[in-house]
């Protein structure tokens, strides 16, 4: 994503990042739209569900009071404007604010998103380091093994994998639902909702542990390859010191900037992971939405999902400037 | 001169890669064969061969830092003591230093101080002692005529001059015997080569050797007290640089002679052919095919390196 | 120092190499031939197998429900007796078919958009460049979710939901290839000449792309086949009455608390190890047809 822009000025970098958020911003809520349009679900009928006793009169009234006699241009201006100004509409399945909806489920979601995050993270770069120092060793195929296996294991799988494991089989953990069902909200202790987010995160943080650690073992491999390494051996450093003061530096920064970068890879696997053990955040309120017709809460969750993404890759580019000092120069003078 | 009055000697050293062409067969590729050079305390001694010959290998095989692939044969003495792998992990950075090519040898993203010092025992430690550090590289730099705050600098942002001091700095650092430079010249201005050539001239009066690897016989000839001729993985000749005055009447070796008489202002007249890659070696000496003093001995086997008129020789016909 | 780092990098490509399924002793080109072979063999062999399993060999035996596996059940029987490896069978054939489909219509969107990036180049190459990054801008998972919506869910919904988020990564290696070639002497030559773009497209673009092209393309089709098990096995994907993989999972889950972990297991294991395979096949190509790796050992 980066590149294209000039490096004269922080200033002059966000506002590009701003302006071509803006462009996402406006295409994507217009694709969803249309793409909700084309879908053969009827706001209507979602909204009624099944219940005979609405006569045709009634619907009329209420997809009168939707708009949705309008042209479909005039409702997605209608509706673009008054996402502008805050008002997402109302999900139909939650009977409230599409927006108080999302702010409550994505809370939960950025417990495990955070979790899975930091933990793949850590445990990949670490594991990336270690097989990129063990080269060609054992050490290495273990665990480029590991990654090659686990770039091609679906997330859900692996989350039904691990329910048979360590909820069914080993009975460490509840089987699903964040809340036990039958105690109330209150009654729910800060253990009861930690040992519910452990499975989630465990399955969302084994999958994305391969990315980061095939990409840091390239790295590595690469630094070691690096002549600056055969000068730091010839000057005498050991191994030690050549992978703490150069392979560290080296490979750290791009594996932060991917970390940032695989945010769209965290959110997919959140829908995955929430679906299979009932977790209740965002991606599950996706899934619901999609499967029951409620569209303003799923074209809410897409915008949401957008920004998300979109945070990521600026966090990515920023960091970059802040802490390259090939970078960062450029702009101090 | 006895064994123990070098600084360094490098006897009969071969290295050669084993690579997989194509299927499985594996080849051995020979780039140094029978490469002899000694180094005394004191003086500089240049290595002169064309570009891409294999010359640095002599500079990683004496430091053991040879890829893994490589196979290394011959011996190499420091001060009269033959060196083993482990020897040389103990003694690169604190008796043999490497001044190598450019700037890309210096890790992008650390401190330019950092690196000076690296060799001498980790940067890392407490503020008191890292301040100590601090003030040692920036009084290093402040001797060979940089600010000290190039201490605080990232190599991308030092000029071509400037890197290569820093560069002899990381060697002059750890208070090395013998340093090798990998070719010190290229790229540099006059005014900096001539800067750089004499912080190599001030190097050696205290007391260090060195060896410099170059393809540039003209800065060998301004600087090196001896230079040795490298062709094809080999030493031809080992002279005195007085021996190079005139039309090169002192000279031993005909490959010697001719590279003297192809400099622009020594005639200018180019060697007929070209260096013979590894893997596609004479049987006999390494300049068959090129010699105009070529008879049919010459092809048979490769001639030993003895001793002439003060230097060293590697041909059956030099007298 | 420059060439032995060289020699060093080669000897690193060497190392990095394949699986060897194959004795030692044949040369690289070789064994990878037949290993490809090898591979899509067993890939043609499920292809197949799968497409001749019957609604009549799936037939309810309500006396041999939930059969662990075993001898006459390698994968165990589900909740009505349907033997499980005859179920994942077809499963994986449905999947290979789609992942087929998805494959190559990503394929064809990738070289349409990244051959005419950078031929018309200026604004047309912008908004190739702001596709990418557009498709990019939202997790695939909701990308097929909504364009699987749109087209009223089933097959048809899958392959497009699947193959309009899978073309970028191609189109990215093409533009950069055509953007490389567009700079070479021969193409400027015959732009001179007065060549139009079309021409210089079909005669020096296509054949130096066409590598890049099967190896992607290959590529893509593990991608796509695990997507299109886990958006089915979210319910936006096939219906339940299809035989696929993803459905197979979704039921599975109701039986997860009474110990039927075969249900689960063996289709999900099945579905890696195709996709595994298939990335092993375009690797291999990849090594064959690539001039940086084709004569290097491993």
Redesign the interface.
């Known amino acids: 994503?980066n590149g294209?822009m000039g490096n004269n000025g922080l200033g002059k970098f966000l506002a590009g990042r701003l302006f071509?958020l803006i462009?996402?911003l406006v295409?994507?809520s217009l694709i969803?739209f249309?793409?909700?349009k084309?879908?053969?679900?009827d706001p209507v009928t979602a909204y009624v569900g099944a219940d005979s006793r609405v006569g045709a009169e009634q619907r009329e009234l209420i997809a009168q009071q939707w708009g949705l006699d309008r042209p479909p241009a005039e409702q997605f201006l209608s509706w673009f404007s008054s996402l502008l100004s805050g008002d997402w509409g109302q999900s139909i399945i939650y009977r409230r604010p599409v927006l108080s909806v999302i702010g409550e489920k994505f809370l939960a979601s950025l417990a495990v998103m955070a979790a899975a995050w930091a933990l793949s993270g850590v445990i990949g770069f670490s594991l990336g380091v270690l097989s990129g120092v063990k080269?060609?060793k054992l050490t290495d195929k273990l665990i480029r093994g590991y990654c090659?296996?686990l770039?091609?294991?679906?997330?859900?799988?692996l989350g039904?994998?691990f329910?048979?494991v360590f909820a069914?089989?080993l009975g460490w953990f509840p089987?699903a639902l964040s809340v036990p069902i039958g105690v109330l909200a209150e009654d729910v202790t800060m253990m009861d909702k930690l040992s519910h987010l452990v499975l989630p995160v465990l399955t969302l943080s084994v999958i994305n542990i391969a990315g980061i650690c095939m990409h840091t073992r390239e790295k590595t491999?690469e630094v070691l390859?690096s002549?600056?390494v055969?000068?730091?051996?010839?000057?005498?450093?050991?191994r030690r010191?050549i992978v703490?003061?150069?392979v560290l530096?080296?490979v750290s920064?791009p594996a932060i900037t991917l970390q940032f970068l695989s945010f769209?890879?965290l959110?997919?696997g959140a829908?995955?992971v929430e679906?299979?053990f009932s977790y209740p955040g965002l991606?599950q309120a996706?899934?619901q939405a999609?499967?029951r017709g409620d569209v303003p809460l799923?074209m809410g969750?897409?915008i949401i999902?957008?920004l998300f993404?979109?945070t990521g890759n600026t966090a990515a580019d920023l960091l970059y400037r802040a802490v390259?000092?090939?970078i960062r120069?450029r702009y101090a003078r | 001169m006895k064994d123990e009055e070098y600084l360094l000697k490098v006897e009969n050293l071969g290295v050669s890669f084993s690579q997989y062409t194509q299927g499985l067969k594996k080849t051995r590729l020979q780039v140094i064969t029978d490469l002899c050079v000694e180094l005394r305390a004191g003086e500089i001694l240049a290595v002169v061969g064309s570009s891409g010959s294999g010359k640095s290998l002599l500079a990683?095989a004496v430091?053991g830092?040879l890829p893994e692939n490589a196979e290394e044969t011959g011996s190499i003495f420091f001060e009269g003591r033959k060196l083993s792998q482990r020897d040389k992990?103990a003694l690169?950075?604190?008796e043999i230093?490497?001044i190598?090519q450019s700037v890309?040898?210096?890790?992008?993203?650390?401190k330019v101080g950092?690196?000076i010092l690296?060799?001498t025992g980790?940067?890392?430690g407490p503020g008191q002692k890292r301040r100590r550090r601090t003030e040692q590289a920036e009084a290093l730099l402040a001797r060979y005529g940089l600010e000290p705050g190039v201490a605080r600098y990232?190599p991308?942002?030092l000029s071509g001059g400037m890197a290569r001091k820093v560069l002899l700095q990381?060697a002059l650092a750890?208070d090395c015997r013998a340093i090798i430079a990998d070719e010190p010249t290229p790229g540099l201005d006059p005014d900096s080569l001539a800067e750089v050539l004499r912080d190599f001239r001030a190097a050696a009066a205290e007391g260090r050797g060195i060896l410099m690897i170059t393809h540039d016989i003209n800065a060998a000839l301004q600087i090196a007290d001896r230079i040795a001729i490298f062709y094809a993985g080999t030493t031809f000749e080992i002279a005195a640089s007085s021996d190079f005055a005139g039309d090169g009447a002192a000279l031993r070796h005909p490959y010697t002679r001719a590279l003297l008489q192809a400099l622009p202002d020594r005639g200018f007249t180019p060697i007929p052919g070209s260096q013979p890659l590894p893997g596609e070696l004479p049987e006999g000496c390494l300049f068959c095919g090129r010699c105009p003093q070529q008879t049919e001995e010459c092809a048979g086997r490769r001639p030993m390196f003895r001793d002439l008129r003060g230097g060293k020789v590697r041909c059956i016909h030099a007298t | 120092?420059r060439e032995t780092?060289e020699l060093?990098?080669k000897q690193?490509v060497g190392?990095a190499g394949g699986v060897r399924l194959l004795p030692a002793g044949l040369g690289i080109r070789e064994r990878t031939i037949a290993s490809a072979v090898l591979l899509t063999g067993i890939f043609l062999f499920i292809l197949i197998g799968g497409s001749l399993v019957t609604d009549d060999m799936l037939r309810v035996d309500l006396t041999n429900i939930f059969a662990p596996p075993g001898g006459s059940h390698l994968f165990g029987t589900d909740w009505v007796g349907r033997d499980m490896l005859l179920r994942t069978l077809a499963g994986l054939s449905l999947s290979i078919k789609i992942g087929v489909l998805c494959s190559v219509f990503s394929n064809i969107v990738a070289v349409v958009l990244g051959i005419l990036g950078p031929t018309l180049g200026g604004k047309v190459d912008a908004l190739v460049?702001?596709l990418i990054?557009?498709v990019?801008?939202?997790?695939?998972?909701?990308v097929i979710?909504?364009?699987s919506?749109?087209?009223?869910g089933g097959m048809k919904g899958i392959v497009v939901g699947v193959t309009l988020t899978h073309w970028t990564s191609l189109t990215r290696v093409i533009r950069a290839e055509v953007l490389q070639i567009k700079e070479a002497e021969y193409t400027k030559i015959s732009e001179k000449l007065g060549k139009n773009s079309f021409y210089i497209a079909k005669e020096h673009i296509l054949p130096h792309v066409l590598p890049q092209l099967v190896v992607g393309t290959v590529l893509i089709f593990?991608h796509a086949i695990?997507h299109e098990?886990?958006i089915t096995?979210?319910?936006?994907g096939l219906p339940p009455h299809e035989p696929a993989i993803g459905v197979i999972?979704a039921e599975?889950?109701q039986y997860?608390?009474s110990?039927s972990?075969w249900l689960?297991?063996f289709p999900?294991a099945s579905?890696?190890l195709v996709?595994?395979l298939v990335?092993r096949v375009g690797k291999n190509i990849e090594t064959l047809i690539s001039p940086a790796t084709a004569y290097k050992g491993i």
């Open positions: 994503m294209s071509k462009t996402l295409a994507v969803t249309i793409l909700m084309l879908s053969p679900i080269e060609g090659h296996v770039i091609s294991t679906p997330t859900f799988w039904i994998l329910v048979m069914v089989w089987v491999v390859r002549d600056y055969l000068f730091a051996k010839a000057r005498g450093e050991n010191q703490r003061s150069h530096r080296n920064l769209s890879e959110f997919g829908v995955f679906q299979v991606g996706a899934v999609g499967l799923l969750i897409t999902s957008l993404v979109y390259d000092p090939r120069e | 990683h430091l830092i992990e690169r950075g604190k230093a490497l190598p890309n040898f210096l890790d992008p993203l650390q950092d690196q690296s060799g980790g940067t890392s990232f991308h942002q990381t750890a | 120092m780092v060093h990098k690193g190392r460049s702001w990054d557009l990019l801008s939202v997790p695939h998972a909701i979710i909504l364009i919506l749109a087209c009223g593990p695990l098990a886990s096995f979210l319910g936006f999972l599975s889950m997860l608390t110990g972990w689960a297991f999900g579905l890696i996709s595994m990335d």
